[in-house]
C-alpha cells in the first residue's frame, strides 16, 4: 500500500495525471470548436438560421469549457501537477502565470459570455436549467461586457500560439519531457 502512494507520489513528478492529460485535451478540442463557430458566425446574414447556430454552438461549447476548466482544476487539487522543467527560477514563474492565465480566463470568458447575453435581455439555460440572471436585463453594461468577452477571446488565440510554441520549443530546442509529459509518453 505505501509503494502505490510511492508510485502514484513519483508518477506526479514525472508527468501528468491521465485525468489532467484529458481535460487539458478536450479543452484543445471545445476551444476549437468555440474559436471556429464563431469566426463561422461572421460570415452569415444577422438573424439568419446558420449564423444562429453558429451562435447557439458557441454558447453550448462555451458551458462546456467551464465545466471542463473547473474539472481540470479540481483534477490538479486532487493529483497534483510536475515539477516544472524550466531551466530557470524565472522561465518557472512565467510557466506557473501563464497557466494561471489560463485557467482564468477559461473560467472568465464562459461568465462574461453568460453576463453580457443577460444584460442583453436573454434568458440563459444550461443542460435545461435556467440560469439565474446575474445581471439586469438592459444594463448598460452590455456593450462593455461584450467588448471585454471579444477582446479576451482574441487574447486567447494569441496566449494558445505562445503556449504551443513554448511547447515546441521545449521538446525540439530544449529535448526536454514538457511535450511528452501532457502525451502521457514521457519516458521516466
Not at 514563474?93 to 453576463?115: D, E, K, N, R, T
Request: hydrophobic share 55%; proline share 3%.
Amino acid at each position: 500500500m505505501m509503494s502505490d502512494r510511492l508510485s502514484r507520489s513519483l508518477m506526479q513528478i514525472i508527468q501528468y495525471h491521465r485525468a489532467s492529460i484529458f481535460f487539458h485535451w478536450l479543452l484543445v478540442v471545445l476551444l476549437a470548436i468555440a474559436f471556429i463557430s464563431i469566426e463561422l458566425k461572421g460570415q452569415f446574414i444577422k438573424g439568419s438560421e446558420p449564423r444562429e447556430l453558429c451562435k447557439t454552438i458557441h454558447g453550448f461549447v462555451g458551458q462546456l469549457i467551464f465545466i471542463a476548466m473547473v474539472m481540470r482544476l479540481i483534477i490538479r487539487l486532487i493529483y497534483g501537477v510536475p515539477t516544472p522543467l524550466a531551466r530557470s527560477k524565472a522561465a518557472a514563474i512565467v510557466a506557473q502565470s501563464m497557466h494561471w492565465i489560463f485557467y482564468i480566463l477559461l473560467l472568465g470568458l464562459p461568465i462574461l459570455g453568460v453576463l453580457f447575453l443577460q444584460a442583453g435581455g436573454k434568458e440563459i439555460a444550461s443542460f435545461n436549467w435556467a440560469l439565474p440572471q446575474m445581471i439586469e436585463s438592459g444594463a448598460s453594461a452590455r456593450k462593455p461586457l461584450k467588448a471585454l468577452h471579444e477582446w479576451l477571446g482574441n487574447a486567447l488565440y494569441f496566449l494558445i500560439g505562445l503556449h504551443a510554441l513554448a511547447a515546441l520549443s521545449q521538446h525540439y530546442i530544449l529535448q526536454n519531457q514538457c511535450l511528452l509529459r501532457m502525451l502521457g509518453k514521457n519516458k521516466a
